[in-house]
């Protein structure tokens, strides 16, 4: 390293604060005569330069007598950087208070902060964990199909009844308010039963063909049409767990297909091999029976004993907790019955007990906002 870098990186790096930035009070000029540079050297000579300043010392403060011009070089008096024991002492003694009270201030300090793009990377990883924890499975091609053609049948369906609505006012102008004779009827959506032929036979060597085949069962008015779509049901999927939705579906298909029909498909259905459409069967039986006001003792417990071999069929069917909440209400919430236990919190979170107002009158608020 050549005494022309070492000057210049040592005047570069002296802060204009520091002393020996410029002259002042406390600075004398080592020397006063101009720099001078050798003509025979195309960069200043090794003696025009002063030497390292650690290396003067008090017995030599011009460092080496090599008898060459200096550049003007301003060093503070009264302070030595290295020669002045006192001087070395007390800077001693400061950085030692420094270092001592930063070591104190050390367990005070927080962590260090993450850097934004590493907190928004795991920030964006701990999202993408949540959505994929909580992502719903991906539609396959026949659902996509069959949530299209329920979204036109909305369609239809809202039309037919804003029409009716419409033709109901008209009747209420003209009848001075009167709507006694007129009824709401069911929406025509057999218009769509070519659209559900299609998907079906696209999707008839899959189970995903039952879905359509109910919906044709549903909305069709051609008697052959229906005929053709229940002996697909039977040849092609009589074996199929898929069956177990279909025969909950049964008796909304009353209307369309006569109760005599929907009472030999759910004969139909009962002869099953397949445990969970026979729970099925059970289950939708005993629910409709009980939705009867007219129903008697004999046919409650009959409907109760359905119900208990439906979940003893298929324990992980979807319609267990339904029929665990029937079976709990029919044991334990009828009239005259000793209300069973609960526990919970009131408005102000204080823990309360059912049993705690026994003997009190208790007002019950059902409510609700649409």
Not at 1 to 16: A, E, G, N
Not at 182 to 203: E, G, N, Q, V
Not at 215 to 228: H, P, R, V, Y
């Amino acid at each position: 390293m050549s005494d022309m870098w070492r000057y210049t990186f040592l005047r570069r790096s002296i802060p204009r604060c520091h002393p020996m930035s410029k002259p002042g009070k406390n600075h004398v000029n080592r020397s006063e005569s101009p720099s001078v540079v050798s003509p025979n050297d195309s960069w200043p000579s090794e003696a025009s330069f002063p030497p390292w300043p650690w290396k003067r010392s008090l017995t030599n403060p011009e460092g080496p007598a090599d008898g060459g011009q200096r550049l003007p070089y301003h060093e503070p008096t009264d302070i030595g950087r290295f020669d002045n024991p006192e001087a070395d002492s007390m800077k001693t003694l400061r950085l030692s208070w420094t270092a001592l009270l930063l070591a104190s201030l050390v367990p005070l300090l927080p962590a260090a902060p993450q850097s934004a793009s590493g907190a928004r990377a795991m920030k964006l990883d701990k999202k993408s964990q949540s959505k994929t924890a909580n992502a719903k499975p991906e539609l396959s091609e026949a659902q996509k199909d069959f949530r299209r053609l329920s979204a036109e049948a909305s369609k239809l369906r809202s039309a037919e009844y804003r029409k009716q609505r419409e033709e109901m006012k008209k009747q209420q102008a003209s009848g001075g308010g009167q709507t006694m004779g007129f009824r709401m009827r069911a929406p025509d959506l057999s218009s769509l039963t070519p659209k559900y032929i299609s998907c079906a036979r696209k999707y008839q060597r899959t189970d995903d063909a039952i879905m359509f085949l109910t919906q044709i069962l549903t909305i069709s008015k051609d008697k052959q049409i229906q005929k053709e779509a229940l002996d697909t049901l039977w040849r092609n999927h009589y074996e199929s767990d898929k069956l177990a939705d279909f025969a909950t579906t049964v008796p909304r298909l009353t209307r369309a297909l006569g109760k005599a029909t929907c009472d030999k498909i759910m004969d139909k259905l009962a002869m099953s091999p397949n445990k969970n459409v026979q729970g099925s069967v059970l289950y939708t039986q005993a629910s409709t029976a009980l939705r009867n006001p007219k129903i008697d003792k004999e046919g409650k417990a009959k409907a109760h004993a359905q119900l208990t071999l439906a979940i003893e069929l298929a324990p992980k069917a979807r319609f267990v907790s339904r029929a665990k909440g029937i079976l709990f209400e029919a044991a334990n919430l009828q009239i005259g019955m000793k209300a069973p236990d609960i526990e919970g919190k009131d408005t102000d979170g204080v823990a309360f007990k059912l049993s705690d107002y026994k003997g009190k009158v208790i007002m019950l608020d059902f409510w609700g906002d649409w």
